[in-house]
């Protein structure tokens, strides 16, 4: 209930966190407009350069508004990236089910098979022409849709890198083909799931069979969550899941936590600067989106050397901020703790006094500069 109480706050607000505009499509292979609506991150007119994951969403007119306001909301608190969202008209005359259509296999046959072609010859290509997209791509589905979109991970190459599907309804063996799909991936895969003891009968029964299979293939390239909410029906669900998929999905392009702080970065012997560098491969090659090294993150990981009296690792931290940040003072500021803690009290000192005439960056200020640099040449630090 807290979840959903906090979407619903931010829908309030959404003008402030994107920006918003309605296209067409005509599709050749559907043989019709096809409508959508594009909602953009404020920054998208800022930074020419940037390119953001893409969430395509399918039953777009009622998955967006919640949609959008969870990821404003996660954005907000550094918890969740930008994402540029498409939403697919599918509720207007009945288009979500012709538009879903498979055989008794499970497979995608007649307008089920037009609209399939339509998502990745014409609307994808067209998306990416048009705008700034990282090769992260999502796709998210309620019901009929949910179960749809699973149709590609058949590809030998998967259009998406992450299936969000909430109470699917599935075709005859897809229980069975999903698995198999992910267990020969070969480039890592999210995958989503969500229902409630509330939802369809026969949709809930599927899923915990898809559960059970899946569990028994899983691997290193499968980021795989399924949620049962308790007191959830079929469309309640849907509020509950977003938040979840979101954090599931990107739960590797999150800040250090306290918790990961806690129970993992200052347990570890060594290497917390290595730790540090390998989170930000891990999101470069997992969402296509190379980004500065957090100071919240620089400063964790200072907190576990420190800590532990690793105080070598600084100065390998001092040449990895000088590498995110070469105009602001933390590199110098890491320099002068190294030598600080390594007992060179003239070194640690200069360090600080260079870093005075570098840009200010987080909470490190050039007055505290001037204050750590003049402590230690008063003797007032070992």
Avoid at 39 to 56: F, I, M, Q, T, V
């Amino acid at each position: 209930m807290k979840k959903i109480i906090i979407l619903l706050a931010f829908l309030g607000c959404l003008p402030a966190f994107s920006q918003r505009s309605r296209d067409t499509i005509f599709s050749e292979k559907m043989n019709m407009d096809r409508e959508f609506t594009v909602s953009l991150p404020l920054s998208y007119g800022k930074n020419k350069d940037r390119k953001y994951p893409l969430l395509l969403l399918l039953d777009g007119e009622y998955l967006l508004d919640a949609y959008d306001g969870a990821l404003a909301y996660g954005n907000y608190w550094d918890d969740l990236p930008e994402v540029v969202i498409v939403a697919l008209n599918q509720n207007s005359n009945g288009e979500r089910e012709a538009d879903s259509v498979m055989n008794e296999e499970g497979l995608p046959t007649e307008t089920g098979a037009s609209f399939f072609e339509f998502i990745g010859t014409e609307l994808l290509p067209a998306l990416e022409k048009k705008y700034r997209l990282s090769p992260f791509r999502i796709i998210g589905g309620h019901d009929v849709t949910a179960g749809f979109l699973n149709l590609f991970l058949y590809k030998e190459n998967p259009l998406f890198n992450a299936y969000i599907c909430f109470s699917p309804e599935f075709g005859e063996q897809m229980m069975e083909r999903i698995p198999v799909m992910l267990q020969t991936t070969k480039k890592p895969i999210f995958y989503y799931m969500a229902s409630g003891d509330g939802d369809l009968k026969k949709n809930l029964a599927d899923m915990r069979t898809l559960d059970n299979n899946i569990k028994t293939v899983l691997h290193a390239n499968v980021y795989y969550e399924y949620d049962e909410f308790k007191g959830a029906s079929h469309y309640s669900l849907v509020l509950y899941g977003i938040p979840a998929s979101l954090y599931h999905i990107f739960g590797q392009y999150q800040p250090i936590s306290t918790a990961e702080f806690q129970e993992k970065i200052v347990k570890m012997e060594k290497g917390y600067v290595d730790y540090l560098v390998k989170k930000y491969d891990i999101i470069e090659k997992s969402y296509g989106m190379k980004m500065p090294v957090r100071i919240s993150d620089f400063k964790a990981i200072e907190a576990a050397i420190i800590k532990n009296n690793a105080f070598d690792e600084l100065e390998k931290l001092a040449a990895m901020a000088k590498k995110s940040y070469p105009k602001a003072m933390l590199s110098q500021y890491e320099m002068g703790l190294f030598y600080e803690k390594t007992g060179d009290t003239k070194k640690a000192a200069k360090a600080y006094q260079n870093a005075y005439l570098m840009d200010e960056i987080g909470d490190l200020t050039k007055d505290m500069m001037l204050e750590k640099a003049d402590e230690l040449k008063k003797g007032g630090s070992k």
